[in-house]
């Protein structure tokens, strides 16, 4: 039966699926060996590091044979098919292998952003029951060090599954190693001027080397050379990977076997752990890579997202790999050393397609236009939009700036759900019009339908609605881990036979659609979804908060910031500045620094139904300075609660 078919007889039970069926399918040699077999000196990735103009080449080669160690120390160390590996590193090559790795030999991942606190890493460990974590000592960003293992060993004490945690170096500054901890170390040479990456712990003679020659060897400059040989680490499990054969048979998959956990926000407050299969997600990666952006072998594709969002996943890695491309891994920030970064670095890798994020583009617009004169652009080709809607401004700075007038936006809208990308104003006609801030059109198989409030389907142009899906598409996620009642009750139910997004759109009188927001109590700040819920159960777990809600409002960097009400109880006397430290810091802590509210407003009371249900629609509205577009307030149980907040929001702007 086609999947199409599936969908259709199961939708009057509220259920939406897409089932792809092939067998004996291998997601790593798809990405790899296939590509090793007719060209495997390609550069496959570009690791743009965090310390400038120091750039990495891996080849597909180096990849193929750094990911088969890899599975091989996870096999060895008894991670099998079916076990879900938890990953929290930052973007480079390492990171990458353990993915592939995991694919390899038929384990789930489970990247973790590598901003996450040590709470919301180990919530996301226990929900996807993992027992193995693979992270480095130190992150690097912005030319500042997040400690990461750190936090994975606060984790992990909290998380009863784990069983090993593989270390390696990303700087040279020794961490304290537990019984859990494996070390890994890449070992990396500069050979006729190729680089050469082994996944091997340093030998006596590779140590003698280090001592004898450390300077004229320090290739990699900002003091990055000692990452190379760390001698704190040498013991017994610091030679693990070198026991490791550079053979490693793929295991054979079935076509819907699980591939990743991500876990996405929800207005729940729990984050849900999406599921993607294995071919309808590697098939849509790739076809959208190739043809939103107009890929063509030999070009060089820089999308900046972190690897731990889904962007980075189907379009940093999975999409340009299956493709066998070449991709840049951003490591740095848009600002670091200065705000030519991006521009110097497509300057420097000749970069062909540049996909980046609206609150990227509206900061570097305030630094004004001479930062990127300063770079040669015109190996750019096409420029991409991606995590949020970006506004008409800063797509035309984006487009006339940036691009010269020559190069086409594509500001595509998709989710960590949708698995790629789903509406986008390319693949089209290459003369066809593209409008400045709509996403426009949908992709090959995608057939969007808006619904009205009595879950109607609105057939007419120039009208806005509740955004569906009407059939399924093979990168669509499959369920949520360990909860499939709430896939279906969230995507499924809302409007049965379509698959719900959460977000409204507008269908303009020519058709094209241009996405309007959230729906539902989601904020998306600077591109990072976070359910409002979570943020108001971190609050309300400060000692002087009895409760709270929080909003998202229009931020002219962020797209959305998040605006916090707070009630405190009764007797507390706290200083306004002592509060906003309070909660930034708790809030830091257990999710992370995005998700800090930009704006702390106490109140004595908040606007609540008669059945205690806090009107957070009515604080938009209050925030937004629409007092016409309040509507009825008649439910409320005090009505007087909203003119208290409109007296202190007044107050604040004089």
């Keep these: 039966m086609h999947h199409a078919d599936v969908m259709m007889n ?35 990735l570009i690791w743009e ?20 160690r890899l599975g091989n120390l996870l096999r060895r160390h008894g991670v099998k098919r079916g076990d879900c590996v938890t990953i929290y590193m930052p973007s480079c090559p390492l990171a990458v292998a353990s993915m592939l790795a995991c694919a390899r030999i038929g384990a789930a991942h489970n990247v973790v952003f590598a901003g996450f606190s040590a709470e919301a890493l180990a919530e996301r460990i226990r929900d996807a029951q993992s027992s193995t974590v693979i992270t480095v000592n130190q992150g690097v960003r912005g030319g500042k060090l997040t400690e990461l293992k750190k936090t994975v060993d606060t984790a992990v004490q909290s998380c009863p599954t784990v069983q090993q945690v593989f270390v390696a170096m990303r700087t040279e500054n020794p961490v304290a190693m537990t019984a859990k901890d494996v070390a890994m170390e890449e070992v990396r040479e500069q050979k006729e001027n190729q680089t050469l990456i082994k996944i091997l712990m340093p030998t006596a003679e590779d140590r003698k080397l280090y001592f004898n020659k450390r300077k004229q060897l320090s290739l990699f400059g900002c003091g990055f050379i000692t990452m190379l040989w760390l001698l704190h680490v040498i013991s017994d499990n610091a030679q693990e990977m070198q026991k490791e054969d550079v053979v490693c048979e793929p295991a054979a998959m079935d076509s819907e076997d699980v591939l990743f956990l991500l876990y996405t926000s929800g207005s729940t407050g729990k984050p849900k752990g999406l599921v993607h299969t294995q071919a309808g997600y590697l098939l849509y990666a790739a076809l959208t890579h190739r043809y939103v952006f107009s890929y063509h072998d030999g070009d060089v594709f820089g999308c900046v997202a972190d690897i731990g969002w889904i962007t980075g996943h189907s379009y940093s890695v999975y999409g340009p790999l299956a493709n066998g491309g070449t991709s840049v891994l951003f490591e740095s920030t848009p600002i670091y050393p200065d705000p030519g970064r991006y521009w110097e670095m497509v300057q420097r890798l000749k970069i062909n397609q540049f996909y980046g994020a609206p609150t990227a583009i509206r900061l570097l617009l305030k630094y004004g236009n001479q930062w990127v004169h300063k770079y040669d652009r015109s190996t750019l080709k096409t420029l991409g939009s991606v995590g949020e809607p970006i506004n008409t401004e800063a797509w035309e700075w984006y487009h006339t700036v940036v691009g010269d007038g020559r190069c086409p936006v594509v500001d595509t809208w998709w989710q960590t759900e949708t698995g790629g990308i789903c509406i986008t104003p390319r693949p089209s006609n290459p003369d066809a019009e593209i409008v400045p801030g709509m996403a426009m059109r949908p992709f090959f198989g995608i057939k969007p339908a808006l619904m009205d409030t009595e879950g109607e389907v609105l057939t007419s142009n120039h009208t806005s609605g509740a955004l569906c899906i009407a059939q399924p598409w ?14 279906i009750e969230t995507y499924c139910q809302p409007y049965p036979g379509y698959f719900f997004t959460g977000d409204g759109a507008y269908r303009s009188k020519e058709g094209y659609y241009q996405i309007t927001g959230r729906l539902d109590d989601v904020i998306n700040v600077s591109g990072h979804r976070i359910g409002t819920a979570e943020i108001e159960d971190v609050v309300n777990q400060c000692s002087q908060v009895a409760e709270s809600a929080v909003i998202g409002y229009s931020h002219n960097i962020k797209g959305e910031g998040v605006y916090a009400f707070v009630v405190l109880k009764k007797g507390m006397d706290v200083e306004e500045m002592d509060l906003s430290r309070q909660l930034n810091d708790l809030v830091s802590k257990k999710i992370a620094k995005y998700a800090c509210p930009d704006c702390i407003q106490v109140n004595s009371r908040l606007p609540k139904t008669r059945s205690g249900k806090i009107m957070r629609r009515v604080l938009r509205k209050v925030v937004e300075q629409d007092l016409n577009g309040l509507g009825d307030l008649s439910t409320l149980d005090d009505p007087a609660a909203v003119q208290e907040i409109i007296e202190v929001i007044v107050n604040i702007i004089q």
């Design 49 to 68: 590091r965090d310390e400038p103009g120091s750039e990495f080449k891996v080849t597909y080669r180096q990849l193929l044979e750094m990911t088969c």
């Design 474 to 487: 093979p990168g669509m996620a499959r369920t949520i881990h360990n909860n499939h009642q709430r896939f």
């Design 10 to 44: 199961e939708a009057n039970n509220g259920r939406f699926y897409c089932v792809y069926r092939v067998s004996l399918w291998a997601h790593a040699v798809n990405c790899l060996d296939r590509h090793v077999h007719t060209c495997p000196e390609r550069v496959a």
